[in-house]
């Protein structure tokens, strides 16, 4: 248990998905303009990132890996479907998003109006992809993903409501203008990155 | 018969139309500067920024996305018509991952090393931005060359920005070019290489400073 626990710290700070992998960066810098919205939106990615990533372990294991077809029956046990991760990957996370969005609309009308908008922006969040592509390379188990899901979400969410803090602060501020916008808020991850560097070399 | 007769002037717009008119070299090199999917539009900066520590891996990312952004472009322009408004996402997905497929099953035949490099970062070209922005934006709506001039225009665009940051970060993180030890064949051995741009943050700042110069030069203002 405290493994899988040190597994989410690690991935939320450690190896922050934004700081240290640059993934989700498209949304991350241009939904942090609020904090209420970053916060929305940083709340349906540790939602979908720990859903997908055991489910699409789920698929890796018994359907594209290199014999593990077998359990239909032995004649697929040499069949490698490899190839298809990434189609498939990004389908279910496309059609989980989808389904989210069904869902939470049908039984929570209130939920989905603040969250609806961010939804379908979050197929399309590299952080959820790569999520699940490094959950594979990592040879992780079933737990371990979901750990990992949880942790990497978790880490997005903070790195984007930190940064959208600063930026309303920042509007009372001179800002040359040519820095103005994108410029300023890529100087400002780089100083938050600074920051979250302090945690490497630390060892759960 | 009025059908016919403007069947007859589409044909004839089409004709008198050039190759490269004004109208497409505009849809062509607007991307390259004035409205560049990275510094001005936002798009695309999580590859922009992984795979930068080098200047080899990202020629090799920038060939890949040129390839994919313009075969996804003239694909899902041919096919505009015929996609159901409710499912394009998906579609476009698709269309996306496939050649996406396509790219990373061939570096793996021709290039194993470099797979290993660039990893996972291949499959995350499918959630570039800039290339389903793109579609969405301009190929499903227009004729297919002018889509394939607009996806070469953007994802060259797209190109020079990382090929540029890349080549400041492998010069003041590692102290070379292409692997090329510059600063020992000037005879400077002593260069302080910086870790720091080796690392994340280099990447963030020398975008930042890259966006700073050239907003200053063409005077684009964000509110």
Redesign the interface.
């Known amino acids: 248990m405290s493994e899988l626990f040190n597994l989410v710290i690690k991935s939320a700070f450690m190896d922050n998905m934004i700081f240290a992998y640059f993934l989700g960066m498209c949304s991350f810098l241009a939904v942090s303009k609020k904090v209420s919205t970053a916060n929305g939106l940083g709340l349906a990615v540790i939602f979908v990132l720990s859903c997908t990533a055991p489910l699409n372990w789920l698929i890796q294991k018994n359907i594209l890996d290199e014999g593990a077809l077998s359990w239909i029956s032995s004649d697929f046990a040499t069949i490698d479907l490899t190839f298809l991760q990434l189609l498939m990957f990004i389908a279910v996370i496309a059609s989980f998003v989808q389904l989210v969005e069904m869902i939470i609309e049908k039984f929570s009308p209130a939920l989905y109006g603040s969250l609806g908008i961010f939804l379908p922006l979050i197929a399309v969040n590299c952080s959820i992809l790569g999520g699940s592509l490094f959950m594979v390379q990592r040879d992780f188990n079933i737990q371990e993903a979901t750990a990992f899901g949880f942790g990497s979400g978790l880490g997005f969410w903070l790195a984007i409501v930190a940064l959208a803090a600063i930026r309303e602060k920042l509007k009372y501020s001179h800002v040359p203008n040519g820095l103005k916008g994108l410029g300023i808020t890529m100087l400002l991850t780089g100083l938050m990155g600074l920051a979250f560097k302090t945690f490497i070399g630390m060892t759960l | 018969m009025s059908t016919e007769i403007q069947e007859k002037e589409v044909v004839k717009i089409k004709q008198s139309e050039s190759l490269i008119s004004k109208r497409r070299r505009k849809i062509l090199v607007d991307p390259l500067d004035d409205n560049n999917p990275i ?1 001005i539009q ?9 795979v930068t520590i080098k200047l080899e891996p990202t020629i090799v990312m920038s060939i890949s996305v040129v390839f994919v952004m313009i075969f996804s472009s003239l694909i899902t322009s041919m096919i505009r018509n015929y996609i159901p408004v409710r499912v394009r ?2 579609v476009q ?2 269309i996306i ?2 050649l ?2 396509l790219v ?2 061939f570096l793996k035949a021709f290039n194993y090393e470099m797979f290993k490099v660039l ?2 970062f291949v ?2 070209i ?4 800039i290339i ?1 922005g793109r579609l969405e934006a301009y190929a499903m709506g227009n004729k297919p060359y002018d889509s394939v001039l607009d996806a070469l225009g953007s994802s060259v665009g797209y190109a020079w920005i990382i090929l540029v940051v890349a080549f400041f970060r492998e010069l003041l993180g590692s102290g070379s070019i292409l692997g090329w030890k510059v600063f020992e064949a000037v005879g400077w051995d002593t260069f302080p290489t910086n870790g720091l741009f080796v ?7 020398i ?3 890259l ?6 030069r063409n005077g ?4």
């Open positions: 510094s936002v798009l695309g900066i999580c590859s922009a920024l992984a996402i998906i997905l698709a991952a496939t996406v497929t990373s099953e990893g996972a499959g995350l499918i959630t570039n931005c389903l690392d994340s943050i280099g990447a963030f700042i975008l930042g400073l966006i700073w110069a050239q907003r200053t684009y203002i964000e509110n």
